[in-house]
């Protein structure tokens, strides 16, 4: 019954989602959330220093910031799929699923320099993808560079998904020298005009690059997983396992843009997990990034999947799992 009502496109359902995500963040607004310090907050990145110097310290700001971000990027992700159409349904599931995947780590509801970066990784996918049938050079990828390493001068580990914009032109291209030159060169560019500006202010260059050492290479405060989020984990994990397995037994039958967004969908996925296990900084902030490809994947399961009483029953699921999340996380 529950998934059968989130899957209208009715404005209804647009009202619901806005509660949902007013609900579960009505805790961080009450109580503001607190984490463990992280070289991130310490030794921030140049633009994620100057948006903490903006703020003035103050968490009011920080959690109407934050909340109204999250906001855009569920707007964003479902206009991703409503333009590229690669599930094949208008739904704003995609959403849904995107507010509460955030919610299973309710003290990473406040600010934090990965969920500006997410809308700068997210807009670079969506001119990756705009690159598809365009004749001659696509200038789309030097934009989609610049973009990913503007959100690296937030949070420093977005830097390794400028991958994904080569990634986007194997995917879409026939291998055009030129173009990989200019998405290198748009990666390259957001840093030559920082440092250009630091050397014009007269501050310290090696300074900034230490500062970008520490974000990249700096292990983060250990995070405690309570039982209840270890809980959810496995149960999220084998969700997202199946909703894999069933786009990969499915993606043959879908038109050839739509398989090429699944694709570079799955490689953000496999990006994001590389990070979280390889790099030492990386953290569970990355729900915020992982959640994007993940919220697409689960749309597609719950949109596809023939039977009736199973999906209802794991879509109900979800959300206990993240009411119970904020009722320990509230105690």
């Known amino acids: 019954m529950l998934l059968r009502i989130f899957k209208g496109t009715g404005p209804g359902v ?31 990145m140049p633009l994620y ?20 971000i999250v906001s855009l990027m569920s707007f964003v992700i479902v206009n991703f799929n409503t333009n590229g159409f ?8 995609p959403a849904l699923f995107y507010v509460l995947l ?29 690159a598809y049938h365009i004749n001659g050079t696509a200038y789309n990828y030097f934009d989609a560079g610049i973009l990913i390493s503007t959100g690296s001068l ?8 400028g991958i994904l914009v080569i990634i986007g032109i194997a995917l879409l291209r026939t291998g055009n020298l030129k173009e990989i030159f200019i998405s290198i060169l748009g990666l390259f560019t957001p840093y030559i005009i920082t440092f250009g500006i630091y050397y014009v202010l007269g501050k310290d260059l090696r300074a900034l690059i230490s500062l970008l050492s520490d974000n990249l290479f700096t292990r983060p405060g250990h995070y405690h997983y309570t039982g209840m989020t270890i809980v959810a ?4 994990s084998g969700l997202v396992l199946a909703s894999i397995v069933q786009l990969f037994n499915k993606i043959n039958t879908k038109k050839v843009k739509s398989r090429k967004t699944y694709s570079l969908l799955l490689w953000t996925f496999l990006i994001s997990l590389i990070v979280f296990l390889t790099v030492p900084s990386a953290s569970v902030e990355l729900i915020w990034i992982i959640a994007i490809p993940v919220s697409y994947f689960l749309t597609h399961y719950f949109l596809t999947v023939k039977r009736k009483l199973v999906p209802e029953l794991l879509f109900s699921l979800i959300f206990v799992f993240v009411v119970l999340i904020q009722l320990w996380h509230s105690k």
């Open 14 to 44: 647009i009202i619901l989602i806005i509660i949902t995500l007013i609900c579960i963040w009505m805790n961080t607004f009450i109580h503001g959330s607190i984490y463990a310090a992280s070289v991130y907050e310490n030794n921030p």
């Open 49 to 68: 220093g100057l948006l903490k110097n903006l703020i003035h310290g103050s968490r009011t700001l920080e959690v109407i910031l934050t909340f109204s």
């Open 233 to 236: 984990l496995i149960f999220f």
């Open 102 to 130: 955030g919610g299973l780590f309710p003290d990473h509801q406040l600010m934090s320099p990965v969920i500006p970066a997410s809308v700068f990784l997210i807009f670079a996918m969506i001119r990756i993808m705009d």
């Open 154 to 161: 937030f949070y420093a580990n977005l830097i390794w998904f």
């Open 86 to 93: 690669f599930i094949s349904e208008r739904t704003f599931l």
